[in-house]
Antibody, heavy 121, light 107 residues
């Protein structure tokens, strides 16, 4: 059973870069058996898909964030990360990492507990 | 982008009732549709994948149906612990999108 856990700063200043890490256990990022995703949720609002990393190295991003978002992996640490540049208050949210099997109908099966990131000076 | 529209936005029902939530896609997504349950302060939990496949460990009172553009999540015999917000998500496009959510209140 794959388990994932988000970590990173809980407070980021406006215009700076938000950086989060998702540590994976019970599965290997380099195995190719999964897709590695990030989702966020502003307080009191719905879920927003941010993007995903595939073990092939391919990535897909939400067009509304494209140009600001990068998802990458460190296979030596079995972690993947999210970087979001030029943040504003609108980026304040709970950020989840989530994992699906490597077929499109899988659904997001394994979720982290989420980490709150506040953008404020 | 594929837009996902859920209805209703909220529903209130009694214990034992049947609740139906609808999710409509802005274009054909075949059967690439998942449903999630989210309780306050918690991560979402996968209920249904591939439109109608019940995730392991999910009670059988939950069921999903549909294909193409119209999908339904049904909760038979609603239980107090089913009070939550439910989201659909399409995985037809590499650019995944969620519905806006449906809040279910158990009276």
């Amino acid at each position: 059973q794959v388990q994932v856990l988000e970590s990173g700063p809980g407070l980021v200043k406006p215009s700076q870069t938000l950086s989060l890490t998702c540590t994976v256990s019970g599965g290997s990022i380099s195995s190719g058996g999964y897709y590695w995703s990030w989702i966020r949720q502003p307080a009191g609002k719905g879920l927003e898909w941010i993007g995903r990393f595939l073990s092939s190295g391919n990535t897909n991003y939400n067009p509304s964030l494209e140009g600001r978002v990068t998802i990458s992996a460190d296979t030596s640490k079995n972690q993947y990360s999210l970087k979001l540049t030029s943040v504003t208050a609108a980026d304040t949210a709970v950020y989840f990492c989530a994992v699906s099997y490597n077929y499109d109908s899988s659904g997001l099966r394994f979720w982290g507990q989420g980490t709150l990131v506040t953008v404020s000076s | 982008d594929i837009q996902m529209t859920q209805s209703p936005s909220s529903v209130s029902a009694f214990v034992g009732d049947r609740v139906t939530i609808t999710c409509r896609a802005s274009q054909n997504i075949d059967f690439y549709l998942s449903w999630y349950q989210q309780k306050p302060g918690k991560a979402p939990n996968l209920l249904i994948y591939a439109a109608s496949s019940l995730q392991s460990g999910v009670p059988s009172r939950f069921s999903g149906s549909g294909s193409g553009t119209d999908f339904t999540l049904t909760i038979n015999s609603l239980q107090p612990e089913d009070s939550a917000t439910y989201y659909c998500q399409q995985s037809y496009s590499p650019l995944r999108t969620f519905g806006q959510g449906t809040k279910v209140e158990v009276k």
